[in-house]
C-alpha cells in the first residue's frame, strides 16, 4: 500500500508569522501506520512550499498512492477538499481521507460539499488509521467500510457516521515517525533555530463554551513526562531541533506531572529553549515554582487574558479579574520567563473605547509581546449557536482570527482592523525604542530582538493579518478594505454532529457552565482530582454521548 499525506496550503498572516511549524498530525499517522506495517508513506507539504495546484497534481501522479489523506482545521478545510478533488482527478481509484477537528464535527456538510471524498476520519485518528488503511489493503472497501470505527462517508446522497472509536489507551505507546517531516524547512524566526510541537497530554478537564479541544479529544489523558523529555531528546539528535512548544491547551494543568516534566528537564541538561500556552490561574498556583520553570528553558509563556474590559471576561465564563492577569505577568517577568498577553477583540459590542481599553492594559501589565486576535467563533461550538444571528459570516476560509466575523455594532469590520493596527504600531514601536533593546543581555534580549524582527519581516511583506489580501495600508485606506467574503456559504441546518463528550469528572447543576479554561478561572482542579482524570479508563462510544448512533441525511 502506497500512502500520501499532504498538508493543505493555506496561509493567514497569523501565527506562521513567526515561522514554519511542523504538521505533528502526519508523523503520528506516519508513526502509527509503520508500526502496523505499513512502510510505503510519503508527506508532502503544500502549505510550507507553497504548491500550486498543479504541484501538488503533479506529486500525487508521480507517486502513484493508493491512498491520499490530509487534514484540515476550519478556515483550511476549502482548500482541503480542493487538494482531495485534485486527488481524484488525477485517478479516480486513489482512496481520499480526510482528517482533523473540522471534520469531525461538521462530516455532513463537508460529505455534501465534497463528495469526492471516500472517508472522514473523526477524532484522533492513529488507531482509526491503521484499521481503515487495512481495510482497503485487504479488499475489503468499500463493502465492508461500516465495520470501520470512527470514520463517516456517503452512499448514494445519504451521509453515514459509524459508530465512534475509543480513544487511544495508552499515548506512551504512540511512536511519532518525525523523519518523515523535511526538518530543514522548519524554522523558527525569533532564534533562527528547528522547531518541534510535541504534546504532553491530550483533552481538557475544562470544558469552555468557546472551545473544541476538549470536545475532541473527548477525555483528559497525559504522558508520562520522562517519554516526553525522551521524544525531545530525539528531536534534537536526530533533527537538529533547538526549540519546541508544547500543542497542550494547558500543559500546567497537572502541577505534579509538570513539574516532573522540568525536573527531567533539568536533569538532562539539555538546554534547549521552550514555550507554552497555559492560564492565569495556573500561573499564580505555581508562583512558588516558576524559577523552576525557567531553569528547566521555559522562556515564553504565552496568557489567555483574553480581554482587558471586565465585561467580556464574564461573557467567556473567565473570572479572573484585571489585576490577577497584571499580576500573573509580573510573576513570570520576575522569573525571567517572557510573556504574551492575548486579547480577544471583535465582538458585538466591541467599540473603539474599548479597544484602547485593551492598549492601555497592555501598557499597564508590561508583557514582553501581546496579540489582538480577532473573535472567531467555531461553528461547531455551543457558543457560535447561542451567538444565533450575530454571526453573519459563514465563509470558514476567514474564520483564521485575522478577519473580523463578527461586526460589532458600533463600527464597521475595516474601522475594527484599523483600530487593532493602531494598537499594534503603538505597541511594538514602543518595545522596539525603548524597551527591547535594552532588555538585558543573552537569551531574553536575543528572544525579543527576534520576535521583533519576526515582526517587521511580515509587515514588510504585507503577511502579517493578512493586511496585502485585505488591501489594508493604513487609516487612510480604511474604505478600500475588502475582506473578500464568499456571499455564497451560507448556515448549515442544526444537527450537523452527533458527537458529544463527557469527562470522568462528576458535575452536578449549573456548576459546568461556570469551569473555565486558557485564560483564567477561579476554579483550580486539586491534584487528586487531576490524578483521577489522569488514569481514568478513555470513554468508549456509547460513554461519549451517544455517539455510535447513525446519521442520515436525505
Known sequence: MRILFIHPNYHSGGAEIAGNWPPAWVAYLTGALKTAGYTQVRFVDAMTNDLSEEQVRDAVASYAPDIVGCTAITPSIYKAQRLLEIVKEVDPKIATVLGGVHATFMYQQVLGEAPWIDAIVRGEGEEIIVDLVRTIGQGRWPDERGKVKGIAYAVDGKIIATPAAPTVKDLDAITPDWSVLEWEKYNYIPLKKRVAIPNMARGCPYTCSFCSQWKFWRDYRIRDPMKVVDEIETLMRDHDVGFFILADEEPTINRKKFIAFCEELIARDLGILWGINTRVTDILRDEDVLPLYRKAGLIHVSLGTEAAAQLKLDRFNKETTVADNKRAIGLLRDAGILTEAQFIVGLENETAETLEETYQMARDWKPDLANWAMYTPWPFTDLFRELGDKVEIFDYEKYNFVTPIIKP????????????????????????????????????????????KAFLKAGFERKFY???????????????????????????????????????RKIKGDVQAQIMACGGGKEQLDQAEIDALAVAPPLLPKAAGEASVKVTIE
Open 409 to 452: 455594532a458600533a463600527m464597521d469590520r475595516a474601522e475594527l482592523l484599523d483600530r487593532v493596527m493602531h494598537n499594534y504600531r503603538r505597541f511594538y514601536m514602543q518595545k522596539a525604542l525603548f524597551s527591547y533593546p535594552w532588555a538585558g543581555s543573552g537569551e531574553r534580549r536575543r528572544y525579543l530582538l527576534g520576535c521583533l
Open 466 to 504: 493578512d493586511l496585502g489580501k485585505v488591501n489594508y495600508w493604513g487609516p487612510q485606506s480604511k474604505k478600500k478594505v475588502d475582506f473578500h467574503f464568499d456571499p455564497k456559504r451560507t448556515r448549515v441546518a442544526e444537527g450537523g454532529t452527533d458527537w458529544k463528550a463527557k469527562h470522568s
